[in-house]
């Protein structure tokens, strides 16, 4: 059975920082992604990386403020997100999908339950 749990949200000030984790579990494989999304509107895409870890993908929305990452011991996948606006504020989302040799992230439908955060201005 496959399972993606995200944690690490939480209230942050702007011009703040946190880093959120994406614990998977049961793939093998795949790469991962982190969307967000607010209400009344699609989730977002943000940013890729691959299963080895070594090939990143962002959204132009992304780039400069957000990093993604993965350990390679136990998977764990991160994304830390500095200097945080309020326009930042939804539910983080990780997603697992494939990640192709030109960046582009194909997603699949497994997603984690969201963590949410919160910018305050």
């Known amino acids: 059975q496959v399972q993606l749990e995200e944690s690490g949200g939480g209230l942050v000030q702007a011009g703040g920082s946190l880093r959120l984790s994406c614990a998977p579990s049961g793939f093998s494989g795949y790469a991962f992604a982190w969307f967000r999304q607010t209400p009344g509107r699609e989730r977002e895409f943000l940013a890729a990386i691959s299963w080895g870890g070594d090939i990143a993908n962002y959204a132009d929305s992304a780039k400069g403020r957000f990093t993604i990452s993965k350990d390679g011991t136990n998977n764990m996948v991160y994304l830390q997100m500095n200097n945080l606006k309020p326009e930042d504020t939804a539910v983080y989302f990780c997603?697992?999908?494939?990640?192709?040799?030109?960046?582009?992230?194909?997603?699949?439908?497994?997603w984690g339950q969201g963590t949410q955060v919160t910018v305050s201005s």
């Open positions: 997603n697992a999908g494939i990640l192709n040799r030109s960046g582009k992230y194909d997603y699949r439908n497994w």
